[in-house]
Structures are given as C-alpha cells and as structure tokens.
C-alpha cells in the first residue's frame, strides 16, 4: 500500500520563508515546514481498527515497519512533506498572540471514500511555536487522548479522530502539578485524525496582523474545501460560513452537555472550525453531577471552564471568531443576528435534549420546569450523572414513587443522606415525571430503547483512564485495549464488563489524574 499526501494547505496557503527550526514569531505565513524528533525506539501500542478501516489503511499496512515510521515520525514517509500550523489564540479570557503548532505536527492530507483526512502527529518534536516547551507529549496524556478521541466518537460526538498511539522510548520532563517536583516521564505519540486542524485561531492570527489577504485565503480555502454546501458569494459567503460554524458548535457543545463531559480547555485555539472536540488535556468526565465542576487545577480558581459555563464559553469564542472574520464582512450586524441568536438556540436544544434524556416527547413549559427541577434536585446530594440518567431506563409507567427512588438509588454516592427533605423533592419530582410519563403515547419499552441511544451505560471516567494510564506505565497495555474495546458500544448493555458501570471509587475522588488534571502533559 502507498499512501499518497494531498499537499492542498500547503500549496494554497503561505508558507514561513525560514526553513530552520528554531522558536520565533512567523508572521504572514499559515505554517511552517517541520520534520518530526527520530524517537530512540518506538513502539506501538494501540490502533483504533474503526480509524484505520476509515481512512483506507490495510491490515498488512499497519503491521509493516513503513507503518510504524509514520505514526512516530520516525521517518518521513511517502510524499509526506510535515509541516506546523501558525494560529494564534485567547488562551482564559486573555489575547495570547501567536501560539501555532508547539508539539504538533501534520503529515498531510489524505483522501479516501471521497473524504479528506489529515494526519497529525502530537508529540513529535520542537517546532517554531514550541515557544519555552519541548514538542514532546507524555504517555499519560496521549493514553486520555487517544481513548477519549474514540470513546466521544462512540457516543456521537462530534471530535478528531485517533488512529494510533506509540511510545517512543524517550523520556519527558514534565511538573504534573506545577509545583516544583518535575520527573521523567514516557514520551508518546498519537496520530490524530480530522478534516482538518483549522482553529478559531487561525483566523484570529491574521486578523490580529492586519493581514487581510491571508485572511481570506484562509476563509476561501477552508470554505471551498470543507464548507462546500456554501455556494454564496462575497460578504455572505463569510456570513453564511460564521453561522455554519456557530451551529456546529452549538450542536457539539449539547453533546458534550449530554455525556457530562468537560473539555477543560476551551481556549479559542482549541476551538475546531469544524465544530469537533480538539485537544483533549485535562478534560474530564461529571462523575457527580457538578455544574460547577471542572478538572482543570489550571483553572481552579475562576472556573471559567467548569461543566455549566461551556455553552457560554462557545459563545465568547465566536465572538472572537466574528471578530476575527469582520474584516470580509464589514458589516457587524449580519454576525450581532447570528450571535445573538445562540443563546436562544442553545437553550432550545439543550431543553430538547434533556427531554430526551429522560424519554419525554412533548415538549412545553411543565416539561421544563421539570428539567430545571432535576438539576437542582441532582445537586442535593452527589449524584451519579451517568447511572441515575442510565437507570431512567428502569421506571415504568405505573411505578410508584418509591419505586422509581430506589431504581435510581444506585447513582447516590451517599444514600444515607437521601432522606428527609432530600428524599421528598426526590418523590414530588418523580411524582410529575411519572405524570408526564403517563401523558406520553409511547410504551415504556418504546422509551426505554429511546432512553438508552441518548444515555450512555459507560463513559470514559476520569479513574477508568488513569488505570490504565498506571498500568501502561509498566508496559501492560491490557487495560487500554479493554476500556477501547467496552467504550466501541457505550449505549449496549455488556454483561462482561458491568464492573465499568460503576461510580467513581472512593481513592479516585482527589487524585491527580483522576480527578485532577494540569495543563502539563
Ligand atoms: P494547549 O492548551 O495544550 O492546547 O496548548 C496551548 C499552546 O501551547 C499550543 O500552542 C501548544 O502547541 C503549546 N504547547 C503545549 N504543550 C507543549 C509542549 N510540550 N511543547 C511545545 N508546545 C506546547
Ligand atoms: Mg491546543
């Protein structure tokens, strides 16, 4: 098999004039030429099969030496010419200027199936933006991103893909705390995989030099290669591309709503102009339902990443993105219209969603105020996000309210406390679900088939990763390939693997790693 590397970002956008490697800015240019660090002995531990089938790699390919020097950058390979992606970014509320491409580096682009998948290394090496850090990616990290990629995937969620994980026999400083105790640790390699790795911040990039032509080479090119059902001209074009991001965005955010995930990170560099899940750092899965929960340490402080302020967040990062486009539009008020309607949107799918999330098919204002009352009553005592919505799945019709307590008792991580007042506004919320429930024409098997496409059984939690993570660090890798294999079919009741379904255990609950996570990785 020979892979044959498309070249259209390179050939279509500008180039850094430097070809030497070195940390600098790169003005006017929408990436940089880069060959990846030789690692002294890689070593393969994990192919997701659904990538490989999905972007047309054989078998026999994957197994082969070619194979392995590829996805660790061990050398290049093919027509492969890798290069590092300029972008800038708003990294916690502030402009952070030229970030680009610090440990991440694409081979090219592929096609396959009519579709176009580019390949990216993360983890393999310095490149112009590695600013004061290294270009490497530990092994624990790359083991969260390359589960999390597939697993979010399974779920239906909109995110890069991972098609394998190496380790590359190098060691890695890295302060997992930043609190002065740096250790070494192994270095790794995932190849991630998307249309593209176009960010919210490429575009801020050149709108923040004034660079209005690159600009909008950049928008045309993205457009007319991944936006081809706009077929507008000029101004509206751009108009048309800002609101296509915006609603993808607005779709991925009430997945992640949906599953309990945090991304952690949502720094406007990390914001896919596809409307995917990137960059997966230290993101976390609610165990119990927090909104104010985040597990980034990084942003401890204000939060302003936790569970509950995501869709917000997606807004304030289109904001910059219309900011960044206004230059081809010249017209605030086309993209104020599509920023204003957002957050009404937002709230319409979100209610629309939790609707589903526990079977109810009509939609009215009794419907919502018995949403808005589930949160709150989730907040009162800690409550399993996955197991309580998975085990709606157990109530019928005719339950009573006790019943229903005790089909959902298993999510209280502290049942004794659910007494008193908390066990009362328990009752009176089932007693209007099942109300609703009773209201509603389909039958309960309906609902309950209904009610386990949209509520996972398992999700990727945050102490599931981290064994493997501290099994993998003594080369048994047993644990990545079970957890890949259980989240294939996150909605599928597997007898085998019931011990998954499961909260959080107790020596996860302020662990680093399980429940707490930096930014260095
Ligand atoms: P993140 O928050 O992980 O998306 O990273 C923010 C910026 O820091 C991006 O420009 C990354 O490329 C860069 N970066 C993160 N870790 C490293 C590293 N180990 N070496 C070089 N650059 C890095
Ligand atoms: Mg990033």
């Not at 498309?6 to 430097?18: A, G």
Request: proline letters at 4%.
């Amino acid at each position: 098999m020979s892979i044959q590397f498309l070249h259209k970002f390179t050939t279509n956008l500008p180039s850094d004039t430097i070809e030497e490697n070195y940390t600098r800015q790169v003005p006017k240019a929408a990436f940089s030429f880069v060959t990846p660090k030789i690692p002294s002995q890689p070593k393969l531990i994990h192919i997701s099969k659904e990538v490989q089938n999905l972007i047309g790699f054989s078998d026999e390919f994957v197994q082969s030496e070619t194979f392995l020097k590829l996805v660790s950058g061990a050398e290049i390979v093919s027509n492969a010419k890798p290069f590092a992606m300029n972008y800038a970014g708003h990294q916690f509320g502030n402009w952070a200027g030229q970030l680009g491409d610090g440990r991440a580096i694409v081979l090219g682009e592929i096609e396959n199936n009519n579709q176009i998948f580019t390949l990216q290394l993360k983890g393999a090496g310095a490149t112009p933006y590695s600013r004061r850090a290294d270009g490497l990616a530990v092994l624990r990290s790359s083991i969260r991103e390359h589960l999390c990629s597939e697993a979010m995937f399974n779920l239906g969620v909109p995110t890069t893909r991972s098609l394998s994980l190496v380790s590359t026999g190098d060691e890695v400083l890295r302060d997992v705390m930043y609190n002065g105790n740096p250790a070494m640790e192994k270095g790794a390699i995932v190849c991630r995989i998307a249309p593209s790795f176009i960010r919210f911040g490429s575009f801020e990039l050149f709108s923040s030099q004034n660079d209005i032509e690159n600009l909008k080479l950049l928008a045309d090119y993205t457009i007319s290669n991944y936006y081809t059902e706009i077929q507008l001209e000029g101004k509206e074009k751009y108009i048309e591309f800002f609101n296509s991001v915006a609603e993808k965005t607005r779709e991925m955010i009430v997945h992640w709503q949906r599953v309990g995930f945090v991304h952690g990170v949502m720094n406007t560099d990390n914001m896919s102009i596809h409307g995917i899940t990137i960059d997966y750092g230290p993101y976390g899965w609610l165990e119990d339902y927090n909104p104010n929960w985040t597990p980034n340490t990084t942003d401890a402080e204000g939060k302003r990443y936790r569970f509950g302020n995501q869709a917000n967040i997606a807004l304030w990062n289109l904001y910059q993105l219309a900011n960044a486009l206004y230059p081809l539009v010249e017209e605030a008020e086309p993209l104020e219209t599509i920023l204003n309607n957002f957050a009404k949107k937002y709230d319409e799918d979100f209610s629309e969603m939790m609707l589903k999330k526990l079977g109810i098919t009509s939609k009215n204002e009794e419907n919502d105020k018995l949403i808005q009352q589930l949160l709150y009553n989730l907040e009162q005592t800690e409550t399993d996000f996955t197991i309580f919505f998975r085990n709606l799945n157990q109530i019928n019709k005719e339950d009573s309210v006790e019943d229903c307590v005790s089909k959902i008792n298993f999510s209280f991580y502290k049942s004794e406390e659910v007494t008193g007042i908390i066990l009362e506004t328990w009752h009176f919320w089932f007693a209007q679900y099942l109300t609703i429930l009773k209201e509603e024409t389909t039958s309960d098997d309906e609902r309950k088939l209904q009610l386990n496409s949209v509520n996972p059984k398992y999700v990727l939690r945050n102490y599931m990763a981290q064994m493997a993570i501290e099994l993998a660090e003594k080369e048994n890798y047993s644990l990545i390939d079970e957890l890949y294999t259980l989240l294939l079919n996150p909605y599928d009741e597997q007898p085998d693997f019931e011990k998954w379904f499961a909260k959080r255990p107790d020596w996860a609950r302020q662990k680093i790693g399980s429940s707490m996570l930096s930014c260095s990785s």
